[in-house]
C-alpha cells in the first residue's frame, strides 16, 4: 500500500464539514488566487467557457465570472458541502452581474464528466495536490480544453508544512502531512501530458502562529485533514503528542511558530495536433521504451 494515497472519501467528507466555516479561515487560498488573477492580465484570452476545476465555495468562481462576464463558468468540485455554499453566494452574485453564468458541477478533477473539448481555459487553486494521479490528471484537463485552449493553476510543492512534517518525523510509524510534487516534475508531467509552452514558477509564503494548536485549527478550517492512506486511524496517544509540540517548539522564531507553504504556479496551452508528413496524428505516450 502506498502510505501517501489520498483517501478521496475521507476528502470529500472533511471539506464538506469545513464549507460553512470555509471562507473566514481560507487566507491563504484566496492570497493565491489573487495572484493568480493577476498573471491573467498579461494573457490575452476571451473564454467562452471555464471550468474552475476545485472551486470550493465559489470564491475564485465569482472572480472568474466577473472578467469574463460573457462566458460560462462551471465550478467543479468533488465535496458537495462546498458546492452548496457556492451556489447560496452565487444567487447574489447574479443579481450584482446579470449576465454572469455559473454552474456547479460534484465531481473529481481525475475522472471529468465534460466532453473533450468543451472549455478554453481550466483554472485550478491549490487542488491538484489532492490527486492521486498527477498525470492522468494533466491528461483529462488536455481533454477537455479545445485547442489554443489555457490550463493556469496551482498546488503546493515540497517544502510546504515542512515544520510540521519535521515535527511527527519519529514519533510513531503513520504519515501526517500530504506528499507533494516537485516543480520541476509538474512541468515534465504537463509536457508529457500535451500541453505546450509550459510556464512554472515558485514562491515560499510563510504564515506565523502564536501556538501549534492554531496551526491545527487553521488546517481543519479549511478542510486539510491528513487524508493519507498511511495515517493512524485513531486519537494520537498523549505522549506522542506532546512529543510533536515539543518538537515544533524548536522552529519558534521571533516569538512566532512559522508554517511554510511553498507555493508552485503554473500555466500551458493545448496546441494544434502535431501530425505526420501524410496526415498522421502523433500522439505523445508517458512511456519511454
Given at each position: 500500500m502506498n502510505e501517501?494515497?489520498?483517501?478521496?472519501?475521507?476528502?470529500?467528507?472533511?471539506?464538506?464539514?469545513?464549507?460553512?466555516?470555509?471562507?473566514?479561515a481560507a487566507v491563504l487560498q484566496r492570497e493565491v488566487?489573487?495572484?493568480?488573477?493577476?498573471?491573467?492580465?498579461?494573457?490575452?484570452?476571451?473564454?467562452?467557457?471555464?471550468?474552475?476545476?476545485g472551486s470550493g465555495t465559489g470564491w475564485g468562481t465569482r472572480q472568474l465570472a466577473q472578467r469574463y462576464p460573457?462566458?460560462?463558468?462551471?465550478?467543479l468540485d468533488m465535496a458537495l458541502g462546498m458546492l452548496h455554499v457556492a451556489?447560496?453566494?452565487?444567487?447574489?452574485?447574479?443579481?450584482?452581474?446579470?449576465g454572469s453564468q455559473q454552474s456547479h458541477l460534484c465531481?473529481?478533477?481525475?475522472?471529468?464528466?465534460?466532453?473533450?473539448?468543451?472549455?478554453?481555459?481550466?483554472?485550478?487553486?491549490?487542488?491538484?495536490?489532492?490527486?492521486?494521479?498527477?498525470?492522468?490528471?494533466?491528461?483529462?484537463?488536455?481533454?477537455?480544453?479545445k485547442v489554443d485552449g489555457l490550463l493556469m493553476f496551482s498546488t503546493f510543492g515540497p517544502d510546504t508544512l515542512k515544520e510540521l512534517r519535521s515535527s511527527f518525523r519519529g514519533v510513531d510509524g503513520y504519515s501526517h502531512v500530504n506528499r507533494f510534487a516537485d516543480m520541476h516534475d509538474i512541468g515534465d508531467i504537463l509536457v508529457h501530458s500535451g500541453f505546450a509552452e509550459p510556464v512554472m514558477d515558485m514562491e515560499i509564503i510563510t504564515l506565523t502562529y502564536d501556538d501549534v494548536k492554531s496551526v491545527m485549527q487553521d488546517l481543519r478550517g479549511i478542510g486539510a485533514h491528513n487524508a493519507?492512506?498511511?495515517?493512524a486511524q485513531g486519537m494520537m496517544g498523549k505522549a506522542a503528542w506532546q512529543a510533536v509540540?515539543?518538537?515544533?517548539?524548536?522552529?519558534?522564531?521571533?516569538?512566532?511558530?512559522?508554517?511554510?507553504?511553498?507555493?508552485?504556479?503554473?500555466?500551458?496551452?493545448?496546441p494544434k495536433p502535431q501530425v505526420t508528413g501524410d496526415g498522421a496524428q502523433i500522439i505523445r505516450t508517458p512511456f519511454k521504451l
Open positions: 501517501f494515497l489520498i483517501d478521496k472519501l475521507q476528502v470529500r467528507r472533511a471539506f464538506s464539514r469545513a464549507a460553512r466555516g470555509y471562507d473566514a488566487c489573487q495572484r493568480m488573477l493577476e498573471r491573467l492580465d498579461f494573457i490575452k484570452l476571451q473564454p467562452a467557457r471555464v471550468l474552475d476545476a460573457a462566458a460560462q463558468v462551471v465550478a451556489r447560496d453566494q452565487s444567487g447574489w452574485w447574479r443579481k450584482l452581474f446579470a465531481a473529481d478533477v481525475e475522472v471529468l464528466p465534460l466532453a473533450a473539448g468543451s472549455v478554453e481555459m481550466v483554472w485550478s487553486n491549490l487542488t491538484l495536490q489532492w490527486c492521486n494521479d498527477l498525470p492522468a490528471t494533466f491528461r483529462e484537463l488536455h481533454r477537455v480544453l493519507t492512506a498511511g495515517r509540540l515539543e518538537n515544533y517548539e524548536r522552529h519558534r522564531r521571533s516569538g512566532k511558530l512559522p508554517a511554510t507553504f511553498e507555493v508552485v504556479y503554473g500555466h500551458a496551452w493545448k
